[in-house]
């Protein structure tokens, strides 16, 4: 029996016409893109990584720097977002080491995926070293157990702060909308995590959530 491969599992459900998921679509794509778009627009941000871009559904709400570059592991899944938003660059994960590091780099639904220890600390390694201000990222904070072979519940924050001394955490956003099993599309077990230099400060800015965002 093979192991299970993370980077395997995400390239066949793109190839099949597969989508990122629940997440990038409805309710919590508008908090995300809220979240990030105030984001760049409080510190302005220029330039930004998306490490996980997937299938460009979140990435249609966002308000880009000019210099952005999305970037991953599936080969599929970078084509189509090429395709869609041509003035944007757009690199597999093997491809990013040749990208200079960018003010923000970002990671949204993508640490809970990482079902593989050296997956996960090689990405780890790559979202904080092509950061040079902010790294954020959007991801459960629990070591836990899932029914979901693609899906793996890491505490990441003790990892970083054992791998990572350049970095603090410099702020914590829980989620509007926590997991509600019996809604699974939208509730998450999701939240924001921004990290900087130990010397830095960020603002982060919660959205107003409208009604639409609360029930619908």
């Known amino acids: 029996?093979?192991?299970?491969?993370?980077?395997?599992?995400?390239?066949?459900?793109?190839?099949?016409?597969?989508?990122s998921g629940?997440?990038?679509?409805?309710?919590?794509?508008?908090?995300?893109?809220?979240v990030v778009n105030h984001f760049i627009a409080d510190n302005r941000i220029t330039s930004m990584i998306d490490l996980g871009?997937?299938?460009?559904?979140q990435l249609a709400l966002f308000d880009l720097p000019d210099d952005y570059t999305g970037v991953d592991a599936s080969s599929t899944a970078v084509a189509a977002c090429a395709a869609r938003f041509p003035d944007r660059r757009?690199?597999?994960?093997?491809?990013?080491?040749?990208v200079p590091p960018a003010e923000l780099t970002l990671s949204l639904d993508v640490v809970y995926h990482l079902t593989e220890d050296a997956v996960f600390t090689g990405y780890t390694r790559l979202l904080f070293g092509k950061a040079t201000r902010f790294v954020m990222i959007y991801a459960s904070n629990t070591d836990a157990t899932w029914p979901a072979a693609h899906v793996r519940h890491r505490r990441f924050t003790d990892h970083v702060a054992a791998n990572e001394p350049a970095w603090r955490l410099l702020a914590h956003l829980p989620n509007p909308f926590p997991h509600d099993p019996?809604?699974?599309d939208d509730t998450s077990f999701a939240d924001f995590f921004v990290y900087g230099r130990p010397d830095s400060a960020c603002m982060?800015?919660?959205p107003r959530l409208d009604s639409e965002a609360i029930h619908g």
Not at 2 to 17: D, G
């Open 1 to 19: 029996m093979n192991a299970f491969s993370s980077i395997q599992y995400w390239e066949a459900r793109y190839r099949a016409n597969g989508t």
């Open 22 to 34: 629940a997440g990038s679509a409805g309710r919590l794509a508008r908090f995300k893109a809220g």
């Open 53 to 57: 871009c997937g299938d460009g559904s």
């Open 90 to 98: 757009f690199l597999t994960l093997d491809a990013v080491a040749e």
């Open 182 to 184: 019996r809604r699974p």
């Open 204 to 206: 982060v800015h919660l």
